[in-house]
């Protein structure tokens, strides 16, 4: 097969303890995140009416977990967006309470909007900070592996002539990345730069006019996240690439619309 295009979800990371975008709520990324944020202190009164108003959608059924939490997030993230910066004319926004009475009633100024995007991006990284079991590696355990690594080295195998991998992932966590780079596959990710690398899509456009080749001979890849716990932003809306043992998220609410 010359050309191999694979497009990953949040199932692919299920093996590494990796949560799901729907299904029971004890494994739910929704309900393990706003459960989380809830609890947080201090989080204003108005903020977890939000919140509250999102759970009430929630199925009653615990083993009927809900879905939908990234077109969720584009409404906050937007928000957000429209009311942070000094020079916006959007003072608040009306939001939905945690009961009928409350609808519209709600106003959540920038301060808020921006601490509860804040408990949103850290309670998701503490659920996506996954790390890639490197014992697999040794082959001393065949009974468990995550499935990313015999995965990508099947594209290793593959004749060094052939057209170059394109992986798109939706997941939060960098499982992919980590693998890839265990393995020592050259990759693009988006990213330009190396001292101050930022997200620049045009660089898949480009791939073409660089010739890499994988030391291990047999796969170049391209790796495209709509999101990811290694992404961070500045002011003027550019995401750029952290270390990802920092607590921090990016989420681009237009990928967002994108991927969901």
């Not at 890639?132 to 995550?146: C, K």
């Not at 992986?167 to 730069?193: H, K, P, R, V, W």
């Not at 001979?217 to 992404?231: E, K, M, P, T």
Request: charged share 20%; aromatic share 8%; with cysteine.
């Amino acid at each position: 097969m010359e050309n191999v295009v694979v497009l990953t979800a949040a199932g692919t990371s299920v093996s590494s303890a990796g949560r799901l975008m729907a299904g029971p709520r004890s494994n739910n990324l929704e309900c393990l995140v706003l459960d989380a944020v809830e609890k947080a202190v201090p989080l204003s009164a108005n903020a977890k009416a939000v919140i509250n108003h999102r759970k009430s959608r929630w199925p009653a059924e615990k083993e009927k977990g809900p879905v939908g939490f990234e077109a969720w997030l584009s409404y906050v993230f937007n928000t957000a967006g429209l009311t942070a910066s000094d020079d916006s004319p959007i003072v608040s926004v009306a939001w939905k309470g945690n009961n009928p009475a409350e609808e519209g009633s709600l106003s959540l100024d920038a301060k808020e909007l921006t601490e509860l995007q804040g408990y949103i991006e850290k309670a998701i990284f503490a659920e996506c900070a996954l790390q890639i079991d490197r014992s697999e590696f040794s082959g001393t355990d065949a009974t468990h592996s995550s499935g990313h690594i015999p995965f990508l080295a099947k594209l290793i195998a593959r004749e060094a002539n052939l057209g170059r991998t394109h992986l798109f992932t939706l997941n939060y966590d960098t499982l992919f990345e980590q693998a890839i780079e265990e393995l020592g596959i050259q990759y693009f990710d988006g990213f330009s730069g190396k001292a101050n690398s930022r997200f620049d899509p045009a660089v898949y456009g480009s791939m073409s006019t660089i010739q890499e080749m994988s030391p291990k001979g047999g796969c170049d890849a391209s790796i495209s996240s709509f999101s990811s716990i290694n992404f961070t932003g500045r002011s003027t809306g550019m995401s750029t690439r952290t270390e990802p043992t920092e607590p921090v998220i990016r989420i681009s609410p237009s990928l967002l619309n994108t991927a969901g």
